[in-house]
């Protein structure tokens, strides 16, 4: 469950980087943007690591 968290918030960055990089649906990667950012921190408070 641990690695599945980790390899969703880095899909999501990479998501979103794509969609910078594209100009397109603006609000739709930021959105996903933070759900990277709350799935990484999630992790972190929960005290586990890779």
């Known amino acids: 469950m641990n ?3 980790y390899l969703f918030a880095v ?21 996903l943007l933070v759900l990277a950012i709350i799935s990484v921190l999630i992790r972190l408070i929960s005290g586990k690591t890779v």
């Not at 960055?13 to 609000?27: D, H, K, N, P, R």
């Open 3 to 5: 690695s599945l968290l």
């Open 11 to 31: 899909v999501l960055v990479m998501g979103w980087f794509i969609g910078v990089f594209a100009y397109s649906l603006t609000g739709l990667i930021h959105v």
